[in-house]
């Protein structure tokens, strides 16, 4: 591409354009989580949880209803563990491939597959076995009802509210090794702040045994990596490791593997202190023209895909923003407004679900031409709106 540079908005639009952001998608829910390489579940309730706010940023016209009946009724997406041992929706079609591609993943001084292999015993296995054999005729149910159904409520109570381990009993532990390893997943999430999960056998609904399938890890790798690639548009290997949990060091050979084989190209100079790739697909996209005045408004969650690694979004953006997930008392929730293709400050929200009203706490624009932006505040009540909410209430603006 000989020593071609680029404007700044181009590879923005790029960027967004890959990630659904651009402009709204008309495509299924399971098309757009494929493009972006899966949502990740969040269940802080702020306002609505992660992978609502995610799709309502990238689908046209979406309904949180859209991804609960995609998700638990007809399992064309499904929750499962992926990149940074988080759990994620992801294509059902997919589901094998990204568990075979981060099962090795190292994260809390262990993988899946170490964390699987330490808590295994003959006892773990018979309770396994009783745990499905007691299932296999339920066709959802949730936590406490399955320890109902078994008869261990008050064993379970004393576990888990009274933190006596000596109740640690092996069904307990070999209910998580199910629910991690995917012969139990999730088919539905019923009404409240936390979404309490219902749970199914993985046969009930349809799927067979991914450890199975015979896809080599390495390659499964291989396809993760490079489908992060294309959802990104332009990124380099710490930027992959940062969104996925890979190690730069595991990344890198990927990435020289798919440069020799065309898949992807370097950009020619570099951008801030480092050189980034594009892959081969987007490439007719260089020649794209930056729009004059572009105003679409997206109001990005913090657990976003797109804002997850702040070195990168800082690069390609000049954008940045802090949050304590944590903190118990007073909370942020900061919503980074993206206008077009720039990113002119945050706000921080709250929907209040017993009044009806969506609570707009403090609002932070940093470019003074968008301080009274009729444009942010219609995509304020378009959001509450999408909530449900009678009434907008800006206690600081």
């Not at 996209?285 to 997850?308: H, K, N, Q, Y």
Request: charged share 30%.
């Amino acid at each position: 591409m000989g020593n071609t540079t680029y404007d700044i908005n181009l590879l923005r639009n790029i960027i967004l354009d890959s990630q659904h952001l651009l402009k709204r998608s008309t495509d299924s829910i399971e098309s757009i989580v494929s493009d972006i390489c899966g949502l990740q579940y969040d269940p802080n309730p702020m306002i609505y949880l992660n992978q609502y706010i995610m799709l309502w940023n990238r689908k046209k016209d979406f309904r949180a209803e859209e991804l609960d009946a995609a998700a638990y009724k007809e399992f064309k997406v499904v929750e499962t563990w992926t990149f940074k041992r988080n759990m994620f929706f992801v294509p059902s079609r997919e589901y094998s491939l990204y568990r075979h591609a981060t099962k090795g993943i190292i994260r809390w001084g262990e993988s899946d597959e170490m964390w699987l292999e330490k808590g295994d015993s003959p006892e773990v296995r018979a309770a396994e076995r009783e745990l499905k054999e007691k299932l296999s005729g339920c066709e959802g149910l949730t936590l406490n009802q399955i320890w109902e159904k078994l008869g261990l409520s008050d064993e379970w109570h004393k576990y888990r509210r009274e933190h006596d381990h000596s109740y640690n009993l092996p069904v307990f532990r070999a209910f998580y090794r199910m629910c991690r390893r995917g012969d139990l997943l999730t088919c539905g999430r019923n009404p409240g702040t936390f979404r309490e999960p219902v749970y199914i056998l993985k046969e009930k609904a349809g799927f067979s045994d991914w450890r199975k399938d015979p896809v080599e890890e390495k390659q499964a790798v291989k396809w993760a990596v490079e489908k992060l690639i294309v959802s990104f548009g332009i990124t380099d290997p710490v930027h992959i490791s940062h969104i996925s949990g890979y190690k730069t060091a595991e990344v890198l050979p990927v990435f020289e593997e798919l440069e020799e084989e065309g898949k992807i190209e370097k950009l020619p100079s570099k951008i801030g202190r480092k050189y980034y790739y594009i892959h081969s697909s987007k490439l007719p996209l260089l020649s794209g023209e930056v729009p004059a005045d572009p105003c679409e408004i997206r109001l990005i969650s913090p657990m976003d895909t797109l804002v997850r690694d702040k070195a990168w979004l800082e690069t390609f953006f000049d954008y940045s923003f802090t949050f304590e997930y944590f903190k118990k008392k007073g909370m942020k929730w900061p919503l980074s407004i993206l206008v077009g293709n720039q990113f002119v400050g945050y706000m921080d929200c709250r929907m209040d679900w017993k009044t009806n009203k969506f609570i707009v706490k403090e609002r932070n624009i940093f470019q003074q031409d968008f301080y009274h932006c009729r444009a942010i505040d219609l995509a304020v009540k378009e959001l509450a709106e999408f909530h449900g909410a009678k009434e907008v209430i800006e206690l600081m603006k």
